[in-house]
């Protein structure tokens, strides 16, 4: 059975401290640019979800700016058209998170809670992020998949698992069993990898697809 550490709750407090480098970007993107969030964003979904999306960071003009995890950015367009394809959303989604959008059975979180700059989070911001995503599926009680979006995510996943990096494959639409749970990865779906046709929509759907098999099946 999963254990979180002692006191660390699905959730970090709105001033988590325990980076440095990102409670700086923090408070220089709310210097900035008073009305956006600029805080830790939190994971968005129900709680009875069996299915868990777990992505890199917030974007800085993404999450960071909207508090909603890929609300804001490109990636969210692509991630929000397939969650509502494949019947895990519903209402209509709005780039600044002025709509209707809720997810069904599934909830998105991230890796890493706070933008990082450059959306490269330093390996000691993964390590302080980890327990709060360890707690984060531990609270999910009727978790069965999870989808992970690039090898940050698949790596934090697994070690919040409790399991070694290497314990599951890389790459896109692979497979594997990590404790009680199926993961699922797939390569991020930001403006890059899409841009570049690394990953196009259906490779995308795919995965989503997949992962409705399973809870279904
Ligand atoms: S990234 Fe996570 S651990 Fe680091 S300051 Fe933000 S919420 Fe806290």
């Known amino acids: 059975m999963l254990r979180p550490e002692a006191?660390?709750?699905?959730?970090?407090?709105?001033?988590?401290?325990?980076?440095p480098r990102l409670v700086a970007y923090r408070a220089a993107n709310a210097q900035a640019h008073p009305d956006w969030f600029n805080g830790p964003a939190a994971s968005f979904g129900?709680?009875?979800?069996?299915?868990?999306v777990a992505g890199l960071a917030p974007g800085?003009?993404?999450?960071?700016?909207?508090?909603?995890?890929?609300?804001?950015?490109?990636?969210?367009?692509?991630?929000?058209?397939?969650?509502?394809?494949?019947?895990?959303?519903?209402?209509?989604?709005?780039?600044?998170?002025?709509?209707?959008?809720?997810?069904?059975?599934?909830?998105?979180?991230?890796?890493?809670?706070?933008?990082?700059?450059?959306?490269?989070?330093?390996?000691?911001?993964?390590?302080?992020?980890?327990?709060?995503l360890t707690a984060r599926i531990a609270a999910l009680p009727r978790l069965k998949v999870i989808v992970t979006l690039g090898d940050v995510s698949r790596r934090n996943v697994l070690k919040a698992l409790g399991l070694k990096a290497s314990a599951g494959l890389p790459g896109h639409g692979t497979e594997f069993q990590?404790?009680?749970?199926?993961?699922?990865?797939?390569?991020?779906?930001?403006?890059?990898?899409?841009?570049?046709?690394?990953?196009?929509?259906?490779?995308?759907?795919?995965?989503?697809e997949r992962a409705r098999a399973l809870l279904d099946g």
């Open 7 to 19: 006191g660390v709750e699905p959730e970090p407090p709105r001033d988590c401290p325990l980076c």
């Open 60 to 132: 800085r003009t993404g999450a960071n700016r909207t508090g909603r995890p890929f609300t804001g950015d490109h990636a969210g367009v692509l991630l929000y058209a397939t969650l509502e394809k494949m019947g895990f959303a519903r209402g209509r989604y709005d780039p600044n998170g002025e709509d209707d959008l809720e997810l069904v059975d599934c909830m998105i979180s991230n890796a890493v809670r706070c933008a990082p700059p450059g959306n490269k989070p330093e390996g000691s911001e993964e390590s302080n992020c980890r327990p709060f």
């Open 46 to 52: 129900p709680e009875d979800a069996r299915l868990l």
């Open 178 to 208: 990590a404790g009680p749970y199926v993961v699922l990865n797939s390569y991020h779906c930001s403006r890059l990898n899409t841009n570049t046709g690394r990953l196009t929509p259906a490779m995308f759907e795919a995965v989503f």
